[in-house]
Nanobody, 130 residues
C-alpha cells in the first residue's frame, strides 16, 4: 500500500519561503511521476507543480513559475516543493500525489491530472500573511 506524508507547512509572512517535503512508502516511487496540488477554502483543487519519474522534466502553474521549484530524491523516496517569495494568495492546503503507472508523463490539464494521480497525502497547511 502506498502512503504519502507531507510536512513543512506553516504560517509565514509575504515574501518568505517554505520547503514542503513528501515522503512516500510502498510502491515503486522511482518510477512514478509526482505532483504537488493545492486547495484553498471554497476553491477547486489546482495543480501547482509536477515532476517526471526521472526528474528531468517539470511543469508549473503560471501563478508559481519562477517562485516554486519541485524536485525529488529517488534514493530517499521524497519529493520537495521549495516555495520562495510567498504571497497571501498561496495560502491553501498543499497535497502531494503520486501516479501509479510507471514512467507515465505529466500534464497540467486538469482533465488529465485529476484522473491519473492515484495516491494522495493528507496535506499540509500553508498560510501566508500580508
Amino acid at each position: 500500500q502506498v502512503q504519502l506524508v507531507e510536512s513543512g507547512g506553516g504560517l509565514v509572512q509575504a515574501g518568505e519561503s517554505l520547503r514542503l517535503s513528501c515522503v512516500v512508502s510502498g510502491g515503486s516511487f522511482s518510477t512514478y511521476a509526482m505532483g504537488w496540488f493545492r486547495q484553498a477554502p471554497g476553491k477547486a483543487r489546482e495543480a501547482v507543480a509536477q515532476i517526471t519519474w526521472s526528474g528531468d522534466s517539470t511543469l508549473y502553474a503560471d501563478s508559481v513559475k519562477g517562485r516554486f521549484t519541485i524536485s525529488r530524491d529517488n534514493a530517499k523516496n521524497t519529493v520537495y516543493l521549495q516555495m520562495n517569495s510567498l504571497k497571501p494568495e498561496d495560502t491553501a492546503g498543499y497535497y502531494c500525489a503520486s501516479k501509479s503507472v510507471p514512467y507515465a508523463g505529466i500534464s497540467m490539464r486538469s482533465s488529465t491530472w485529476a484522473t491519473t494521480y492515484t495516491y494522495w497525502g493528507r496535506g499540509t497547511q500553508v498560510s501566508v500573511s500580508s
